[in-house]
């Protein structure tokens, strides 16, 4: 699986900046041309700090973007500014240090949200409050409870809440949810997943005093930041919530930060189907992920074992169809910035909507629950 899952804090993927409309992405991020030309003239808010994660991606995702005229960015800390100026050059409307008066002033249609967590619901509902669409870096929350509420408030004024779960967008996701949708491995029965990076960044001083490694600053460890790509993914591939979760989590490398390192899950999905995920640090360098989702008639896998490839299996094993591979150029942040912004204006669907964002993020807190108490945890019963 390329896209988000591989990319620490401190490692932008500089060199997959170019849009890729692939048969399987076309629909979400142009909709035929109808949904640029519906988004002309969006101004966008970027609200972040120093250390904002992904920010260099999403910054050249704005640039190039069609749908974006203009772009206004809030900085608390300043320290985005120069690379803002540098990367956007004349979309660069203002650049300041007070979320509420650029708000007010500018009126932007979206905000693009990177915070720690612990700072991100104060922003979130900020925006919200001003009549603004949010597009929010992940997990975006200490709680859950920091943000539903808001959340729901503003899905009830027609305004969109996205989590920045970029995955859902990769050529061959989009591919694989068209073809579990059509029937084509039947009814769903379960899920395997794992997700597995370097634990060298946790050996790094600069990494080991960030909030990316403190829990109550980022909510969690590989889970909350990595591992929620893969819960995401196996409810949106299979159409399914999960109810229920049991597992794991630990400091196994023993490096010096206030996170996990590790979390191995099981989980049942609502209608009964099962599943699990390891989400880990574990390697030297690179990363490995898969995602293998059987059913009634067949069985799908998603993997990096030779490049981004999946597959349908009739019963027996064999092939049915061609192997759909991640273009090497395709940019996970650039579609699905741009998708955010088009389904903002109006002008498309949204790559991923505020019932999804709360349920994964439920989902994860529910993981962590349990794993401190010993007990499986029920969503919504915490």
């Given amino acids: 699986m390329s896209g988000v899952g591989n990319c620490g804090p ?6 997959r900046r170019a849009f890729v409309v692939s048969a399987a992405g076309t629909a979400l991020m142009s909709a035929g ?32 973007s069609p749908a974006v005229a203009a772009v206004v960015v809030v900085d608390r800390d300043g320290a985005s500014f120069e690379e803002a100026r540098g990367i956007l050059g004349a979309k660069l409307r203002v650049a300041g240090k007070d979320p ?38 992940k997990p975006a929350c200490l709680t859950v409870d ?20 970029a995955n859902r967008l990769n050529p ?19 899920v395997e997943m794992h997700l597995v990076q370097d634990r060298t960044r946790l050996t790094r001083p600069a990494y080991q005093t960030s909030w990316f490694a403190d829990r109550t600053r980022s909510a969690g460890g590989h889970l909350a930041w990595l591992g929620i790509h893969w819960l995401d993914l196996a409810m949106h591939l299979t159409g399914n919530a999960i109810e229920e979760v049991a597992g794991f989590t630990a400091n196994v490398g023993g490096e010096p930060v206030a996170i996990e390192d590790s979390a191995v899950l099981a989980f049942r999905f609502a209608g009964g189907s099962l599943g699990t995920l390891t989400s880990a640090y574990w390697l030297d360098t690179g990363h490995q992920s898969h995602l ?17 490839q999946f597959r349908v299996h009739a019963d027996g094993g064999s092939p049915a169809g061609e192997p759909v591979r991640t273009a090497a150029a395709h940019d996970a942040y650039g579609a699905f910035v741009h998708a955010a912004v088009v389904a903002a204006a ?19 807190f529910a993981a962590y629950a349990a794993a401190e108490s010993g007990r499986s945890v029920r969503l919504g019963t915490r």
Avoid at 10 to 15: F, S
Avoid at 351 to 364: F, Q
């Fill in 33 to 64: 041309g109808a949904c640029a030309a519906a988004a002309t003239g969006m101004t966008v808010a970027v609200i972040t700090q120093s250390g904002g994660a992904h920010l260099t991606a999403y910054l050249r995702a704005l640039a190039d």
């Fill in 100 to 137: 509420a008066a650029i708000l007010a002033a500018e009126r932007p249609g979206m905000a693009l949200v990177s915070m720690e967590a612990r700072l991100a619901p104060e922003m979130i509902r900020l925006a919200l409050e001003s009549g603004c669409h949010v597009l929010a870096e």
């Fill in 10 to 15: 401190d490692r932008i993927d500089a060199g």
């Fill in 292 to 308: 293998r989702i059987w059913g009634t008639r067949g069985w799908l896998a998603i993997d990096d074992s030779g490049g981004m």
């Fill in 346 to 364: 109006g002008g498309g669907p949204a790559p991923i909507d505020g019932v999804a964002s709360l349920r994964v993020l439920e989902t994860v």
């Fill in 172 to 190: 061959e996701v989009v591919e694989a949810k068209r073809r579990i949708d059509a029937g084509e491995v039947g009814r769903v029965v379960g």
């Fill in 146 to 165: 920091e943000i539903a509420l808001p959340v729901r408030a503003a899905g009830d004024r027609g305004l969109l809440f996205m989590l920045a779960l």
